[in-house]
């Protein structure tokens, strides 16, 4: 069985109960792009640890923008970003690329190595990470259990379906057994079967006690389940509870 820690390193903040309980902290967060062009504006959202939150909106209305302020891919032209009491603001270089290592990041195009196995693209991460050739496959097999993939752990990922990439890509997410997993549109190439599986992995997950974050545009998936949502309307954010 997978099991989920919180050990994100650097700047730790106040051990205040507020702070510590929860996993992202966003405070008057604002991206402006070249010629005026607004990403968001005035975010404020707090998303507690062992959430399950939708973000939904539709395309073009900041949803990817967000995620990706999150684990630090941009940066706010205003405003606080705190992830698992981590100033945002303060990384830089490899303290935001051992950040980013900690986190599962779930991509609508997958985002695979063609020329490599379903087990090579999940045991990538944790090579990346150092993880002894024991550990990688210690995680290995309970991984592709999770995502129903363990009789394809030797196809490439031309050979799969685009439901199963995506369930490679999941896998590959959740291998180090990420605190904090972030979805962007992960189910947006898919049909409703292969979405509600998709949904039912991240349940899952979340069961396990990592915090999920998803943003979708598709409203069959949010009502397949009753966790909270947020909207993005034209870079604001409204809440939906």
Known sequence: MLEYTSKIPNQKLSDSANTASLMVKMRGVTKTYPNDGRGLVGINLDVKRGDFLFITGASGAGKSTLLKLIYGACRPTQGEIIVDQVKMGQLRGDSLSRLRRRLGIIFQDYKLIPTRTVSENIAFVLWAQGFTR?????????TLKLVGLQHQANCFPQQLSGGEQQRVSIARAIVST????????????????????????????????????????????????????????????????
């Open 134 to 142: 024991k550990e990688v496959q210690r995680r290995l097999l309970p």
């Open 178 to 241: 990420p605190p904090l997993m972030l979805a962007d549109e992960p189910t947006g190439n898919l049909d409703p079967d292969n979405a509600q599986q998709i949904l039912k992995i991240m349940q899952k997950l979340n069961s396990l006690g990592a915090t999920v974050i998803v943003t979708t545009h598709d409203q069959r998936l949010v009502q397949m389940s009753n966790h909270p949502v947020v909207q993005l309307r034209q870079g604001r954010l409204y809440r939906n509870f």
